[in-house]
């Protein structure tokens, strides 16, 4: 009888004192989990942004797989939650293309604006968005967190991963990418090889984005749009596609941590 008390103490202390949740995703957690751990143990959460469009041979919904992903790998070693990924966006000049999808700045704005305030009524101190998806939703993002952050007294941090791993891809791949180009499809490729068709591509799917003030087109003519003319063209090459994944996942982490470790240090 002892040493089944034992057990079950144990088992309670456990639980009780767990270092970690269950689970980091907020759709998956039981409420009284959730408050045993936010905001005491837990004070940071991360936002998957995206969106629907085309993306050359990988899914139309690449921009919510990629920062999803992402969250999944880094989240552990953040200490931080997940939030439900927000899958529609602003998608702009490709909305056309069939199962794209089209959010108004007008709409997508006060959403994503009650979104980040109802993280922050559930005491998240740091709100990281991992955006998905560029174009216009970039500077929505940017202007509603700021805001948000202005008002009710939290931290938050907008990325867009591809840009700020730029130079990633660079190191990985000799050369720049695009969207649903080389780094992206390797990124994809890297999460789940069963959403990319290979042979489905042809390098005709690919156009160059315009140099600023030359030229532009609705719909983009491509789903394919290449940072650098001749560069970014997906190669589908298994062990860079794993490498530059883990090496993004690793740069984004260090940007999140080291701000979060910046914003105490100045006592905000």
Request: hydrophobic share 40%; no cysteine.
């Amino acid at each position: 009888m002892k040493t089944l008390f034992t057990v079950f103490f144990l088992f309670w202390l456990s639980s009780t004192f767990a270092q970690s949740p269950s689970t980091r995703e907020m759709d998956r957690i039981n409420w009284m989990e959730f408050a045993e751990f936010v905001p005491e143990k837990i004070n940071t959460v991360l936002l998957p942004t995206g969106t629907l469009e085309p993306h050359g041979v990988i899914n139309n919904g690449a921009d919510n797989t990629a920062p999803f992903a992402m969250a999944k790998a880094i989240a552990e070693e953040l200490n931080a939650m997940i939030a439900p990924t927000l899958n529609y966006g602003i998608t702009g000049s490709m909305a056309a293309y069939p199962g794209a999808f089209q959010i108004s700045e007008e709409a997508y704005a006060p959403f994503i604006r009650d979104i980040l305030k109802g993280l922050a009524k559930n005491q998240f101190k740091n709100i990281i968005i991992l955006n998905g998806h560029g174009g216009g939703q970039t500077a929505v993002l940017q202007r509603v967190a700021a805001e948000v952050a202005n008002e009710l007294g939290i931290r938050t941090l907008v990325i867009n991963w591809w840009s700020y791993a730029s130079d990633v891809t660079l190191e990985v791949f000799k050369e720049d990418g695009g969207h649903a180009g080389l780094n992206e499809t390797a990124y994809i490729q890297a999460i789940d090889p069963t959403l990319v068709h290979k042979e489905r591509y042809n390098a005709d799917q690919a156009t160059a984005y315009p140099k600023p003030n030359t030229w532009s087109a609705v719909p983009f003519p491509s789903s394919i749009g290449l940072y650098q003319g001749g560069q970014g063209y997906p190669n589908f090459d298994e062990k860079q596609a794993k490498e530059y994944f883990e090496k993004v996942n690793a740069k984004v982490l260090k940007l999140i941590q080291e701000t979060i470790r910046k914003w105490d240090l100045a006592g905000l």
